[in-house]
């Protein structure tokens, strides 16, 4: 039964990343509409889209306790406005041919996280793991001087989610629940942004294309799913594992960035990257050393 289920869990994180990877590829096909338009979209069809999974599948006891307390609702106004921040920090990047700057960010984001952990949780780094994030402040450092330039998209995104991911650690609310409240917090504004500005993509629903509105409705999907399949793998397997696993979401948005959109994988970035995938090399083998022990 503990292997059915970790071997459950491991499909589930191997289809939450793999849909993260391709998510591009979606926001690519929105190129002409704006970050921000498809901010809103993201927004108001995730939460349409999971109240109708709560509806078919359950869940609106949780959310009844969620509402009667006011400290989880105030932490998951900050989560909700990090992950907005979060995702149009990313759908810009996308769509600004920044895809390898969001590749980085997610490679430097295990390594954001295990800096968190110490600040805020008073959790203490070993050894391999100070050696992984001196590499890692190494390689931007290295790109401050040498270059003149920091990776502010790629710091913002890892940033944004691993604070995202902290609060929503510590606000210990469902993946399900979680969503639909911080979607719900940020609907109204979605709905002010759509009376403010008529003539948008939103507005011209009843005119577009079939084709092009169903890929507008597609923004709840692809935010959801990959979310509730994360959620469904954390159950079921160590974090070490999964830790392994989120590597594959990056890789693939870097593969598409070099092979298919033919983004410029220069001397800059290159050491950049370098210096990156060296602390995640030190990384993994500290998890792997630690999990022997164990």
């Known amino acids: 039964m503990l292997d059915s289920e970790h071997s459950k ?18 926001f690519k096909l929105l190129g002409q509409v704006s970050a921000t338009e498809i901010l809103i979209h993201r927004v108001i069809w995730s939460f349409l889209f999971v109240t109708i999974l709560m509806m078919v599948f359950g869940g ?21 406005i990090l992950i907005a921040a979060n995702w149009l920090l990313f759908i810009w990047a996308i769509n600004n041919n920044h895809m390898l700057d969001a590749s980085l960010g997610y490679f430097i ?17 070993r050894k391999l793991q100070w050696f992984a994030v001196a590499l890692a402040a190494s390689g931007v450092m290295v790109q401050l001087i040498s270059f003149g330039s920091i990776p502010l998209v790629s710091l913002g995104l890892a940033c944004s ?9 510590k606000v210990n609310v469902d993946a399900k629940t979680g969503l639909l409240v911080e979607t719900a917090i940020l609907f109204p504004v ?9 003539g948008g993509s939103l507005t011209n629903m009843m005119t577009n294309e079939m084709s ?3 890929l507008l409705l597609a923004a709840g999907i692809v935010t959801t799913i990959p979310l509730l399949c994360f959620a469904a793998a954390a159950v079921r397997i160590p974090l070490s594992v999964l830790g392994f696993i989120q590597y594959l979401g990056p890789s693939i948005m870097f593969i598409l960035a ?12 290159g050491i ?23």
Do not use: H
């Open 9 to 26: 869990g491991i499909t589930f994180a191997i289809c939450a990343y793999t849909l993260w990877g391709f998510a591009p590829l979606y």
């Open 212 to 214: 092009f509105n169903l």
């Open 190 to 198: 979605a709905l002010i942004y759509l009376l403010t500005n008529m």
């Open 60 to 80: 609106f006891s949780r959310l009844r306790q969620v509402l009667k307390r006011p400290k989880q609702l105030m932490v998951l106004t900050l989560t909700s």
């Open 109 to 125: 984001n295990p390594l954001i996280n295990v800096m968190l952990g110490m600040v805020f949780l008073g959790e203490r780094l």
């Open 161 to 169: 989610f691993g604070l995202y991911g902290l609060l929503r650690k």
């Open 272 to 294: 950049t990257f370098l210096f990156i995938w060296g602390a995640l090399l030190v990384f993994t083998i500290d998890m792997l050393y630690k999990r022997k022990k164990l």
């Open 258 to 269: 070099v092979t298919l959109y033919g983004e410029s994988f220069d001397l800059e970035k």
